[in-house]
Each structure stands twice: as structure tokens, then as C-alpha cells.
């Protein structure tokens, strides 16, 4: 099956992760999120990272968004 979207992966700095909340929850996340005047469906990923030997959180997000031919430009 061929889906109309495309996906970008994102990770948050390592400072903004260490801002979060103790009591931030990890797991995945399912939100909108707004890039340059436009909202799109995204999916966050927080939880420890095997790469750091599991001693670090990380944070990753994908945007969801309609393959380049149906984007607006601004």
C-alpha cells in the first residue's frame, strides 16, 4: 500500500530533553505541530535511548505531511 504522506525525523537537543518534566511520561505521543504557518500530524517518541546505553532520554518526533506535490508553498 502507498500512503499520501511523507515522514521527516526530528530529534530534540539533548538540553531541551533534559527540561522536560520528571514526571514526563515516556511512551509515544501522538499531536499536531506547527513548521512555518502550516500544522501538521506528527508522532514523538520520548523514552531511553539503548545507543547511550540507556542512561540518556531521548526525544524524537516524525511529521507527517502530504507528498511534495500537494504541499502549499509560503
Do not use: C, D, H
Not at 511523507?6 to 537537543?13: E, R
Not at 520528571?22 to 499531536?31: A, D, L, P
Not at 501538521?40 to 506535490?69: H, L, R
Request: net charge positive; no cysteine.
Amino acid at each position: 500500500k502507498i500512503f499520501p504522506f511523507s515522514y521527516q525525523l526530528a530529534n530534540l537537543p539533548e538540553s531541551e530533553v533534559e527540561k522536560l518534566p520528571e514526571s514526563t511520561k515516556t511512551g509515544v505521543y501522538y499531536g499536531f505541530a506547527q513548521v512555518r504557518n502550516q500544522v501538521f500530524e506528527m508522532v514523538m517518541s520520548i523514552g531511553w535511548n539503548p545507543y547511550y546505553k540507556n542512561e540518556k532520554k531521548t526525544a524524537v518526533f516524525f511529521f507527517f505531511f502530504p507528498k511534495k506535490s500537494q504541499l502549499k508553498r509560503s
